[in-house]
């Protein structure tokens, strides 16, 4: 079920009546839209540093969504979309990127259900002017599903050294919490990454070229993506969060935007696909 009046989120997802998506605890003064369904994340996925953009040699403030909160997750995850296209297995959406957003232009998506996945597509652009861009998705998985709980399979090459709470450096190579071991790196800043967090304990941006599979008992969903940056976070026990990313958070940094402008837009493919 798509509900375009909260962000154009999927708020549902049955497969053979099991609900999957979940819902996590809202805190420390967050939206409670942050916290349910899969939500599109855009025209910034995660964490900005010091709540700021900067293109073009002017630095623009994005009001925080609350006293506390860093700004995050983008302009679109509170806000109507528009439907404009619908039919019992497609609909495509937009929504224009209106103020706080400095530099204007649009989002817009395309849900699809298929018989044995579902297809989402995300894209944003501008068609008056260029602006930096990163996109993401951000799904709620139930950690229970009929009765069976939830067991993710994710096996990254590299994990983004942590600067600060939601924000990563570069990513560093070699083993992750995926393996039994654990290690301590530098990233290419010669900042020291911390040892590789356990599952159960991660707010993690990962390098990953594969498809992670998450399985509640015989019930198997694989998350495939347009992007290889995949965000983890499971450290709370009602749900837990995979999420695609164009780029790790703090992601309208120089070196990790895409730069859009008329007739080129950024784009984001996420896709949950299940045996029938």
């Given at each position: ?31 409670e839209a942050w916290f349910d369904g899969c939500f599109p994340m855009a025209p910034f996925a995660g ?25 995050a997750h983008g302009v679109v995850d509170r806000v109507p979309w528009e439907v404009r296209e619908a ?130 008992g015989a019930l198997r969903v694989t998350l495939v993506s347009s992007s290889d940056v995949w965000h ?45």
């Amino acid at each position: 079920m798509v509900d375009p009046e909260r962000g154009g989120r999927l708020a549902s997802l049955r497969i053979g009546g099991v609900e999957i998506l979940g819902r996590g605890v809202p805190g420390g003064g967050a939206p409670e839209a942050w916290f349910d369904g899969c939500f599109p994340m855009a025209p910034f996925a995660g964490r900005l540093t010091g709540d700021r953009v900067t293109y073009g040699g002017v630095s623009h403030a994005l009001p925080r969504p609350s006293a506390g909160v860093e700004a995050a997750h983008g302009v679109v995850d509170r806000v109507p979309w528009e439907v404009r296209e619908a039919s019992p297995r497609r609909v495509r959406l937009r929504a224009e990127l209106a103020r706080p957003w400095p530099f204007g232009g649009w989002a817009e998506q395309e849900i699809e259900l298929r018989e044995t996945g579902i297809e989402l597509v995300l894209r944003c652009g501008n068609e008056e002017r260029e602006m930096p861009v990163s996109l993401g998705y951000h799904p709620w998985f139930a950690r229970e599903a009929a009765g069976e709980r939830a067991r993710l399979r994710f096996a990254p090459e590299a994990r983004f050294a942590p600067l600060a709470p939601g924000l990563f450096g570069e990513p560093v190579p070699g083993r992750t919490s995926a393996d039994a071991s654990r290690r301590t790196a530098a990233d290419a800043s010669g900042r020291a990454a911390s040892p590789d967090p356990a599952p159960g304990s991660r707010d993690d941006s990962f390098l990953h070229t594969g498809d992670p599979e998450i399985a509640w008992g015989a019930l198997r969903v694989t998350l495939v993506s347009s992007s290889d940056v995949w965000h983890v976070f499971d450290a709370q026990e009602p749900a837990f969060c995979v999420e695609p990313l164009t780029a790790a958070p703090d992601g309208l940094r120089p070196e990790r935007t895409r730069i859009v402008g008329p007739g080129a837009p950024a784009e984001l493919r996420f896709g949950l696909r299940w045996d029938s």
